[in-house]
């Protein structure tokens, strides 16, 4: 099992910037993937980004690409989400999922299917 747990979500203005954190515990040595998804309300969860715990290929989905960063601290067993130029339309909760199939596709991980674990999600509202 893994657990996963969120912070650093929060209420920002339109424009501004929030960093959220995921901190991965339990068998965190299995881990092959970590992703970020949101949640808007009344809306599907889509994929946000994702990056390779140990070879550190990145992706993020066009929606934020080039306001959003993915990174990760191997030591701390934390991946981060960097978000700047917020939008009101980036309103959503967002989630940390791990993977840990190494063979799962590209394709499956950027969908929900391609991750085993979740973590609770953690709110971002942008005001305008």
């Known amino acids: 099992q893994v657990q996963l747990v969120e912070s650093g979500g929060g209420l920002v203005q339109a424009g501004g910037s929030l960093r959220l954190s995921c901190a991965a515990s339990?068998?965190?040595?299995?881990?092959?993937?970590m992703g970020w998804f949101r949640q808007a309300p009344g809306k599907e969860r889509e994929f946000v980004a994702l990056?390779?715990?140990?070879?550190?290929?990145?992706y993020v989905a066009d929606p934020v690409k080039g306001r959003f960063t993915i990174s990760r601290d191997n030591a701390k067993n934390t991946v981060y989400l960097q978000m700047n130029s917020l939008k009101p339309e980036d309103t959503a909760v967002y989630y940390c999922a791990a993977a840990v199939d190494r063979t799962a596709t590209m394709f499956s991980l950027s969908t929900k299917s391609g991750y085993d674990f979740w973590g609770q999600g953690t709110q971002v509202t942008v005001s305008q």
């Open positions: 990056s390779h715990w140990r070879g550190g290929t990145t």
């Open positions: 339990g068998r965190s040595f299995s881990l092959y993937v």
